[in-house]
């Protein structure tokens, strides 16, 4: 994926389950996992051509993450109550 849909992580907010994320300088791109509040940190899956895989995992902090990372822009789509 090139970087035109990845975007820098400014909040904690954005760091949902399921989210993609890669790293600034490099292509390798993960899923974020939940987070867990003994290690404090979330859990990064390898993710690679659509899956991902559960047999390795590394635990990351929110700060690591919000200097070194960036996340999948979200879609997100608004309805107009009339």
């Given at each position: 994926?090139?970087?035109?849909?990845?975007?820098?992580?400014?909040?904690a907010y954005?760091?949902?389950?399921?989210?993609?994320?890669?790293?600034?300088?490099?292509?390798?791109?993960?899923?974020?996992?939940?987070?867990?509040?003994?290690?404090?940190?979330?859990?990064?899956?390898?993710?690679?051509?659509?899956?991902?895989?559960?047999?390795?995992?590394?635990?990351?902090?929110?700060?690591?993450?919000?200097?070194?990372?960036?996340?999948?822009?979200?879609?997100?789509?608004?309805?107009?109550?009339?």
């Amino acid at each position: 994926m090139n970087n035109n849909n990845f975007e820098y992580i400014y909040d904690a907010y954005q760091l949902v389950n399921g989210a993609k994320i890669k790293g600034k300088n490099q292509d390798e791109l993960f899923e974020l996992g939940e987070y867990d509040g003994n290690k404090r940190g979330y859990t990064l899956y390898a993710f690679e051509n659509g899956l991902r895989f559960d047999d390795f995992s590394v635990i990351i902090s929110e700060k690591e993450l919000m200097n070194n990372y960036m996340i999948e822009k979200a879609k997100v789509s608004q309805s107009v109550a009339a």
